[in-house]
Nanobody, 123 residues
Framework: VQLQASGGGLVQAGDSLRLSCVAS????????VGWFRQAPGKEREFVAA??????HYAGSVKGRFTISRENAKNTVYLQMNNLKPEDTATYYC???????????????????WGQGTKVTVSS
């Protein structure tokens, strides 16, 4: 299984970005997918997850970020609007066949991770 994330970059506060993550080596439609991020010097944190119609967001991004998937393209997206400097981090896509809803905010619950794409938001 491989997850390839892309779409990061340097933007200004208030701008938007859309991250993409293409999966291979799995029956994509059968997997829950999500995004985590890790800022320099901080622990990895949950951002969003999509588990077969159920969508979950971290409180810090709810209302600004939208997770979606396109099974025909084996792709999960993270649309990020009204970006803030505190959103600066490396973003990782994740996938898992059987993640438990009550544990999907924990990084250890996910089997497969992408390589990360860096997002920098300047003030």
């Amino acid at each position: 299984v491989q997850l390839q994330a892309s779409g990061g970059g340097l933007v200004q506060a208030g701008d938007s970005l859309r991250l993409s993550c293409v999966a291979s080596g799995l029956t994509f439609s059968r997997y829950a997918v999500g995004w985590f991020r890790q800022a320099p010097g901080k622990e990895r944190e949950f951002v969003a997850a999509l588990k077969f119609g159920d969508i979950h967001y971290a409180g810090s991004v709810k209302g600004r970020f939208t997770i979606s998937r396109e099974n025909a393209k084996n792709t999960v997206y993270l649309q990020m609007n009204n970006l803030k400097p505190e959103d600066t981090a490396t973003y990782y896509c994740v996938a898992d066949r059987s993640v438990i809803t009550g544990a999907l905010r924990q990084s250890g619950s996910w089997d497969y991770w992408g390589q990360g794409t860096k997002v920098t938001v300047s003030s």
